[in-house]
């Protein structure tokens, strides 16, 4: 039995478009970037980048099947969000997709449970960063509401391809601070709001590694001395001058190297928490380290998008991405 729309249903979608927009266009500009020539352009003139059209990935992929179930049924429904998973793979493989969704999302649509499938091809489950890459729709469809219900309903998603606590606690974490964004977009510069972006999260994020990260990311955000290379000034305005190195940050808190939640999600909502007020910052900073550069960008811009609203997404590169049909 199918459970009715919430009344509100229209306006979260709405909001989960928001996210899709700012998520797809950071995954797509973020792919250009492993060529070196773009990377080393788009640091030195954010406006000097590769001739679109830029096609999205496997990132922009996975989180349309997020928000065409949210669209659906108002919730995560796991099935149908596996078969969603299953059927856009099959329509477009190429996209991008590692080794293991592969495997997985070749059995989902040969009809094997996506559990089982989800526990057996990844031994101990997954901890790979793409339950928290598509999980923005997800945050903002669900932002108005308790962050409990945030953090059950991205469980929820990540579920049906990450059974390791670790993959489950990035999307949660993810999510979390993609609601409390949209909630404070009032006030993106405030102390308060990033205050309450890593409270959020951390409250909600399950004990492990991904959580030991997001508490060195607030370390890194609120507890550095002014002679640090980041730190906060004035009326709580972040500052990080352009051109700092971000080589501290990455060894403390990873770059998406390792593809997993644990050396992701960390950064990705450090960067967020710097940068909401500016799409365009938050992208070139998170570009500038490097490591899983896609993915980085659309957790980054999935979550600054709810804060700046699409006006804020710079309309060269909305333009420059390849067109989303959803």
């Not at 219900?149 to 391809?161: C, D, M, P």
């Amino acid at each position: 039995m199918n459970t009715p729309l919430p009344a509100d249903h229209t306006d979260r979608m709405h909001r989960a478009r928001l996210a899709l927009t700012g998520l797809s266009v950071g995954d797509a500009l973020g792919q250009t970037c492993f060529r070196d020539h773009n990377y080393e352009a788009i640091l030195e003139d954010p406006r000097a980048t590769a001739r679109g059209p830029w096609p999205f990935t496997d990132d922009t992929e996975m989180a349309i099947s997020v928000y065409d179930v949210l669209n659906e049924h108002g919730r995560i429904d796991q099935d149908r969000l596996a078969q969603r998973f299953a059927a856009r793979y099959k329509a477009q493989p190429w996209r991008g997709y590692g080794g293991g969704a592969h495997r997985l999302l070749e059995q989902v649509g040969n009809g094997y449970p996506w559990r089982a499938v989800a526990e057996g091809v990844f031994p101990g489950g997954s901890f790979g960063n793409g339950s928290a890459m598509r999980i923005a729709p997800l945050a903002a469809y669900f932002a108005d509401g308790d962050y409990s219900v945030v953090a059950k309903q991205a469980r929820l998603s990540a579920e049906v391809t990450h059974a390791h606590p670790e993959g489950i606690a990035g999307a949660i974490a993810t999510a979390v601070a993609g609601a409390c964004v949209w909630r404070n977009r009032a006030r993106p510069t405030e102390e308060a709001t990033r205050r309450e972006l890593f409270d959020a999260a951390l409250a909600h994020t399950p004990t492990g590694l991904v959580r030991d990260g997001i508490e060195r990311a607030r370390t890194f955000t609120f507890d550095l001395s002014t002679e640090s290379e980041v730190r906060l000034v004035g009326r709580g305005a972040a500052v990080v001058p352009f051109d700092l190195s971000i080589e501290p940050v990455v060894r403390a808190l990873g770059n998406g190297s390792h593809i997993s939640c644990q050396d992701t999600v960390p950064f990705c909502l450090w960067v967020a928490a710097m940068h909401l007020h500016n799409y365009q910052t938050a992208l070139v900073q998170t570009i500038r380290a490097r490591g899983d550069i896609d993915t980085n960008c659309a957790i980054v811009g999935g979550i600054v998008a709810l804060a700046v609203g699409e006006k804020g997404i710079p309309n060269d590169w909305l333009a420059q991405r390849e067109e989303l049909v959803v």
